[in-house]
């Protein structure tokens, strides 16, 4: 704390008739509040940045199983990241899942995509509840879009 600050910790204990330690206190408190969201916040802009990246380096070589496991790592870090913070990105959950879909119907032999894409289905859905876990609808409405993807292609 700097030397004014401090001065006016003094004025405001001895005006108001409070210990100087408690105003100190409540000083540090707030300052390192301040500290680890400013932490939060980096470390998020953080994992925005390393999933637009995950995501290109998926759509540059989709069946590499690395690949697949690191967005899905990203994914799993980014649950309680807002629609807004997802856009700096420029991404969405829908876009991601469509995506994944996508890369199912280009790759339709893949397991590992299609693992990927139910993944990612679940991680979208579950973004719009409030216990953060899909419903068994989500599941059927996955399942159905999986199969239509692959079923397109077989075709």
């Not at 997802?86 to 959950?93: K, Q, R, T, V, Y």
Request: with cysteine; net charge negative.
């Amino acid at each position: 704390m700097g030397k004014i600050a401090l001065l006016a910790c003094g004025i405001v204990a001895y005006v108001y008739g409070v210990p100087i330690w408690l105003i100190i206190l409540s000083e540090i408190t707030i300052m390192v509040g301040v500290i680890l969201a400013n932490a939060d916040q980096a470390n998020r802009k953080h994992f925005i940045q390393r999933l637009s990246f995950t995501r290109d380096r998926l759509w540059e070589e989709p069946t590499v199983e690395e690949n697949q496991t690191n967005l899905l790592a990203v994914l799993h870090s980014t649950l309680n990241f807002t629609p807004f913070e997802l856009s700096l990105a420029g991404l969405s959950s829908d876009s991601l899942y469509r995506e994944a879909l996508e890369l199912v119907g280009n790759h339709p032999q893949c397991v590992g995509l299609r693992d990927l894409a139910l993944k990612v289905g679940r991680w979208h859905d579950s973004r719009s509840r409030d216990d953060r876990q899909p419903t068994i609808y989500d599941e059927q409405a996955i399942q159905n879009d999986l199969l239509v993807r692959m079923a397109h292609k077989a075709v």
